[in-house]
């Protein structure tokens, strides 16, 4: 029998260390007591909870609701045109919702950088059979495709910073703030880039990006501004608190 | 129809009219207990677990041979809760529960499978018979009155003679069917509507544990000096505990010197069948939320046992409580409410439960008093347990329970810190109470 020199109570013989403070119990007189033969309160044995089950049920069923406009798409399209034009375009789009969805509930990991990659495959995708069904692809690898690549890397960087903590509090506001900035730089050079080759040669550069891009680096630099000097942020909580 | 359930065959008739007097085959769940089907997860229910120690060691075929008595017994126990379209209801099993063995992490949410489909087990572990309810069935005191059954069975079957039945069921009896009432709903006759206007109450914060851990401290006090110290205070025992948990918690708030304080409210729930003499086993408390708010100044531990004191006396009259119960009820007899579809009904009371449901509390301290049970079994039985699962906001919850000269309290922690109990326990050995600890830490 011990008392814990730290909260004063009695411990039973099965407690090794305080559990209310986790101080060791060191009782010199107890030696010849084995650990192994006290009567702990309670076994090693533990109840283990199925958790799976109910999870694949629920994607199960979805992915049924999803497969409904799917199937109905089809059959429409094939019994009025002998083939699939448009269904295809239907299809895909179901696929990606469901991609996007469901596919992080069902592995229920934090696998960002997988997770977004089969989104852009399947975006690609969704690109190609629109493309295929209007006939033209120039708008594919012109446009399309570099912006949601650019996006992709956009995003994967902002979670990797924000996991590796090279990101926090302001200082994401502020990345994601100067990525959207150059985003629309090079979308606007992208777009325009196209017209001038396909649609119109005396195309002029507008310079719309120009006044996002510059907002958003005055915006970005604020915030990084404020979250390094620690007394004007807390002077803004103070005069701004909600 | 009650013999039939005595040989064991299915009963079948389910007139309303025709059983009114017998065990029927379905019953709506009680009014108290429609949240907690509502709120499960498919890895967390509430459930709670009431135990018994003996002084020898425990035959395992003498105890399934009561269980099985038992379960036959108290039907409202031996059920399981099941979907229907507009509610989930309630539905005596008539199958043999099975013993299990214990585990560390008790109260975890059952599976539709264990046990026969019961929403009940019964854990074996060296001197002690612990039995763990989902809430929807009973609440403690309905547990515990299977428990002391099942407890003096088991004696019986031993050969010790009961002649008595104070506080116990006999199992040669039929079940009655005052046993199996909806207490809230037989019982409100008023309407009157009160508001909520409680505040959101003092988060008790930590390191949250997976889901499937558990942690136990189960402090053992001497019921005497216990009793002493709340008399020359002029309280009962459970207003002592809850002054003085009140107290700490409040100063743990203090400590922890937030911006904006909340208030340090205790869920104390009452058990309501003494009030209006009802013998029903399933849920009938009804929970007071007493404490203090920290932002009306500084608090001395008399101020905060006067505090509770009063609002005891005040919420604990005949009249109050028919009020607030049927308000409780006005909500399940309201027409339009009652066909909206079960799963509706669920998103709506886990947004509830969410938002003015637990999160109007700090902790929840729930004392089941002093066992009572036939003189007979005092020489068999070491000790009564009284615990409550892990809960879905509140961190730190605590179950007491009484039995001879000792006072069992159980805190039940979803995280990693201990420094509620650890308070709490050091609070009572500053007062001349002395603590004896034990807990279901591993052990290397
Ligand atoms: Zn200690």
Known sequence: MSYCVNCGVKLAESEKSCPLCHCPVVNPMDSECSPEKLEHPYPKRRDTIKNIIDRKFIISVMSIIYLLPIVICIAVDTLLRGRMTWSVISTVSVVLCWVIVFLPYLLDKELAMFYTSIDLIVLVGLFFSIAWYVGNYRWVWGIAIPTAILAYVIINVTVYGVSRGFLHNLYTGAFVLGATGIFCVILEVLIWNYIRRFLDPARNFEYWSAYVFISCIIIAGLLCYIERKKTLKRGLEKRFHI | MIGDLKNGTVIEIDDINKTENKIKKWYRLDNAAKIYPATATSVWAAVFRVSVTFKDEIDMEKLQIALERTAKRAPAI????????????????????????????????????????????????????ALEVYHALADGTGAFIFLKTLAAEYLKQKGINIPEYNGILN??????????????????????NEKRTDKRAYYLKGTKEPFDEVHITTGILPCDQVKKRAREKKLTITEYLAGIYCYVLYKIQEDENPRRKRPVIISLPVNLRPYYNSKTMRNFAYFINAGINPNYGDFTQDEIFEEIHYFFKHSLNEKYLNAKISKNVSAERNPILRIVPRSIKDVAMNFTYKFVGDSRNTSTLSNLGLADIPGEMNDHIDRFDFMLGRSRFTNVNCAVVGFQNKLVINFTRGIKEPYVERAFFRELVKRGIPVEIESNQEVE
């Open chain 2, 78 to 129: 031996a059920a399981r809760v099941r979907k229907g379209f507009f509610w989930y209801y309630m539905e005596p099993l008539d199958k043999k529960p099975v013993l299990q063995p214990d585990v560390q992490n008790p109260c975890m949410k059952m599976s539709a499978d264990e046990n026969e489909g019961f929403n009940f087990r019964v854990r074996v572990y060296g001197k002690r018979v």
């Open chain 2, 171 to 192: 199992c040669d009896d039929q079940p009655e069917p005052e046993e199996m009432e909806d207490g809230h709903n037989k019982f409100s006759q008023f309407r009157i």
